[in-house]
């Protein structure tokens, strides 16, 4: 059985920076790629970050030059640098698993979804 579990979530200050983590479990995912969505409150789901298999990342322009998504291939993780947060991150943060880089950024789509972990940032 294949899962995607999110941590680090936390309560937080405008400015201040929070790492999420991403463990996979149940099968290996060294050449899909692995990405970051967020939905905040009354917003729908949106697509944040991805890096591909071969380390090639892309970001949402909204959190390109704060956040650093990395992967950790040993370890079966993915993880997700927030700087400088503002209250606009508030929302809940999903790890994502795809096949297909391409997919997941364009259409926000992919074969595995994590729970969710809560980064809610205060003004």
């Known amino acids: 059985q294949v899962e995607l579990v999110e941590s680090g979530g936390a309560l937080v200050q405008a400015g201040d920076s929070l790492t999420l983590s991403c463990a996979a479990s149940?099968?290996?995912?060294?050449?899909?790629?692995m990405g970051w969505f967020r939905q905040g409150p009354g917003k729908e789901r949106e697509f944040v970050t991805t890096?591909?298999?071969?380390?090639?990342?892309y970001y949402t322009d909204s959190v390109k030059g704060r956040f650093i998504v990395s992967r950790d291939t040993a370890k079966n993780t993915v993880y997700l640098r927030m700087n400088s947060l503002k209250p606009e991150d508030t929302a809940v943060y999903y790890c994502?698993?795809?096949?297909?880089?391409?997919?997941?950024?364009?259409?926000?789509?992919?074969?595995?979804w994590g729970q969710g972990t809560q980064v809610t940032v205060s003004s």
């Open positions: 890096i591909t298999g071969s380390g090639y990342t």
């Open positions: 994502a698993a795809s096949p297909d880089w391409a997919t997941m950024r364009v259409q926000s789509r992919a074969d595995y």
């Open positions: 149940g099968r290996t995912f060294n050449n899909w790629a």
